[in-house]
């Protein structure tokens, strides 16, 4: 399993990884990192260091790009990354990267965290609803969420 993979694993569990300083640290409800979960995850922690700062990176200059379209008073404007993207349908309009829209999102995940951020807003967990469980499938398997890629940011 690749670094990339247990990461997104990670997540789907319920488990977020970040990181205090040069030390990788977890989120998660009570007994969701397990000891066998906890066993992956050394295997790979220099790689899971690397992608988890690399996110940083790439949400950290949206953040100084939008925080300059802020205004002191009146409404905030849609905060870009970049100014002039050619409206494309699955293109981010703020970053012009290629994302795939979920929910009621419109743009991608590290533009959404980073105007979060730029507005000094804290990033919440991805909402999570309910859903019939079918016949056979583990208590996991009851819930969705509509953003399953979103990593929320670092307290």
């Given at each position: 399993?690749?670094a990339a993979?247990?990461l997104?694993?990670l997540?789907?569990?319920?488990?977020?990884?970040y990181l205090a300083?040069?030390?990788?640290r977890y989120?998660?409800?009570p007994?969701?990192m397990t000891?066998?979960?906890?066993a992956?995850v050394?295997?790979?922690?220099?790689a899971?260091v690397?992608?988890?700062?690399?996110?940083?990176s790439?949400?950290?200059?949206?953040?100084e790009?939008?925080?300059?379209q802020?205004?002191?008073?009146?409404?905030?404007?849609?905060?870009?990354a970049v100014?002039?993207i050619?409206?494309?349908?699955?293109?981010?309009?703020?970053?012009?990267?290629?994302?795939t829209?979920?929910?009621?999102s419109?743009?991608?995940?590290r533009c959404?965290?980073?105007?979060?951020?730029a507005?000094?807003?804290?990033?919440s967990?991805?909402?999570?609803?309910?859903?019939?469980?079918?016949?056979?499938?583990n208590?996991?398997?009851m819930?969705?969420t509509?953003?399953?890629d979103q990593?929320p940011?670092?307290?």
């Open positions: 399993m690749t993979a247990l997104a694993d997540q789907t569990r319920g488990v977020r990884l300083g040069d030390e990788l989120k998660a409800k007994g969701m000891p066998d979960l906890a992956a050394k295997p790979h922690k220099p899971l690397a992608l988890l700062r690399e996110e940083e790439a949400i950290g200059w949206r953040v790009a939008m925080r300059e802020i205004p002191e008073r009146g409404p905030v404007p849609f905060l870009v100014s002039g050619p409206p494309s349908p699955n293109t981010c309009p703020s970053c012009g990267e290629p994302f829209p979920v929910g009621s419109s743009r991608c995940h959404t965290v980073a105007a979060s951020r507005l000094g807003l804290t990033v967990a991805p909402p999570v609803t309910r859903v019939e469980q079918p016949e056979g499938a208590a996991l398997d819930f969705s509509s953003y399953p990593i940011a670092a307290s």
